[in-house]
C-alpha cells in the first residue's frame, strides 16, 4: 500500500562563536569543573554575542540545511520554529527567518513546547506532509537560553546553551512498511501540573518581564526517564519496532545522566547513543537537531539508518519520532 511519508533530505546546524567553559562559570558562581562534569556531563556551552539573536542562529541553521538537502528558500513551503525564547513577543521569529531567507510565499510559524520543540514541530511537519497541506517544510530549534539565565543561581546557570539546528522535511512516496525512509511514527505527551517544576517567572500577560528560568533539578530528573520511557514504547507499539532494531538513539541532551539512565532502562546499547551535552549544554529545542546534524556530518549517521528521537521539555511535555534516514 503506497502512503505518502515525511523523509528528512537535509540539515544543518549552528553555534555561536563564543565557548563558556566550566571553568569560565566557576570564576562567575560557586562551582567547578567537577561538580558539573559529575552531575550533568558538560563540559562546556556556546553563548550568543551581544546582538545575536535567535532568528539570526535559526537563520544559519536554516541555510545550512538547506544547502544539504540541495535545495532553496523558494522550495519551501512551510517553516515551523521551535523555540521558548523568541525574538520579540510576536511576531513569530519564524517569520523572521522566512523574510531573511529571501521567502514571500508560505507559511512561517512558531511553536513553543520548551525542550521538546524540535520533537514536536517534526510531528507537526509530518502531519502537515501526510494531509496535503504542506510539501516541503524546514523545521527548525533554535535558542538563546543564556537571555533567560539567572547568571546568580549555579543550579540553573551551568546546564544551558544557545545554538540552532535544523532539517528539511520533504513528502515522499513509501509502500507503508518499516523500510520506508521518513518519520515512520509519531508520539507527543503534555501534563501542565508539573509546571512549577520547570518554568520562566515572567511573561507580557503575568509581569510583563521576560523573567528567569527557575527549576526544580531532583523533581525533573525523576520524571523524566519515566516519561522518556512512555512515549518510547509507544513508538514500538506503534511500529512492532524493539530497541535492538534502532541504529541511533538521539535523545534531547539534557543531562548525561537522564540519557543514560533513559537508555539503560530501554535496553538501548550504550554504543547506539548520541551524546553531545558534554558540548553543547542543554540547548533545549536546538539539543536534537544539533546533535543529529553532528552525527550526520561525522559520518556516523548513514542513508537507511533506524534514527529514535525522544525530549521532555517545560509543561512538562514530552515526545518521540522514530525515522528511518
Known amino acids: 500500500m503506497s502512503v505518502i511519508r515525511s523523509t528528512v533530505t537535509g ?23 567537577e561538580w558539573i562534569v559529575q552531575r550533568t556531563g558538560i563540559k562546556q556551552r556556546h553563548v550568543a554575542a551581544e546582538g545575536q539573536v535567535t532568528s539570526d542562529l535559526a537563520l544559519e541553521a536554516a541555510r545550512r540545511a538547506l ?26 521569529t519564524a517569520v523572521t527567518v522566512q523574510a531573511k531567507l529571501g521567502m514571500s510565499h508560505g507559511v512561517a510559524f512558531d511553536l513553543h513546547a520548551v525542550c521538546s520543540g524540535f520533537v514536536y514541530a517534526l510531528a507537526t511537519a509530518d502531519a502537515y506532509i501526510r494531509s496535503g497541506m504542506a510539501k516541503r517544510c524546514l523545521v527548525i530549534g533554535a535558542e538563546t537560553f543564556s537571555r533567560i539565565l539567572d547568571w546568580e543561581d549555579r543550579t540553573t546557570c551551568v546546564l544551558f546553551g544557545d545554538g540552532a539546528g535544523a532539517v528539511v522535511v520533504e ?34 500577560s503575568s509581569t510583563q518581564t521576560v523573567g528567569y528560568l527557575r527549576m526544580e533539578g531532583r523533581e525533573v530528573f525523576k520524571h523524566a526517564v519515566g516519561m522518556i520511557t512512555d512515549v518510547i514504547e509507544d513508538a514500538y507499539k506503534a511500529t512492532g519496532l524493539t530497541s535492538e532494531d ?80
Not at 507527543?188 to 512549577?196: A, F, I
Open 11 to 33: 540539515c544543518g546546524s549552528y553555534l555561536p562563536e563564543k565557548i563558556l567553559t566550566n571553568d569560565d562559570l566557576a570564576k562567575m558562581v560557586d562551582t567547578s569543573d
Open 67 to 92: 544547502a544539504h538537502a540541495g535545495r532553496d528558500a523558494q522550495d519551501i513551503d512551510t517553516i515551523i520554529l521551535a523555540t521558548a525564547t523568541p525574538d520579540n513577543t510576536f511576531p513569530a
Open 171 to 204: 513528502a515522499a512516496m513509501g509502500e507503508g512498511t518499516n523500510d520506508d525512509r521518513g518519520i515512520l511514527t509519531s508520539h507527543l505527551r503534555s501534563d501542565g501540573r508539573h509546571k512549577e517544576k520547570l518554568f520562566v517567572d515572567g511573561g507580557p
Open 246 to 325: 534502532l541504529t541511533w538513539f538521539i535523545p534531547h541532551q539534557a543531562n548525561k545522566r537522564i540519557i543514560d539512565a533513559s537508555a539503560k532502562k530501554l535496553n538501548i546499547a550504550p554504543e547506539k547513543v548520541i551524546t553531545t551535552v558534554q558540548w553543547h549544554g542543554n540547548t533545549s529545542a536546538a539539543s536534537i537537531p544539533l546533535a543529529l546534524d553532528l552525527a550526520v556530518k561525522d559520518g556516523r549517521v548513514k542513508k537507511n539508518d533506524l534514527l529514535m528521537l525522544e525530549a521532555m521539555g517545560g509543561g512538562f511535555t514530552w515526545g518521540s519520532v522514530i525515522l528511518r534516514w
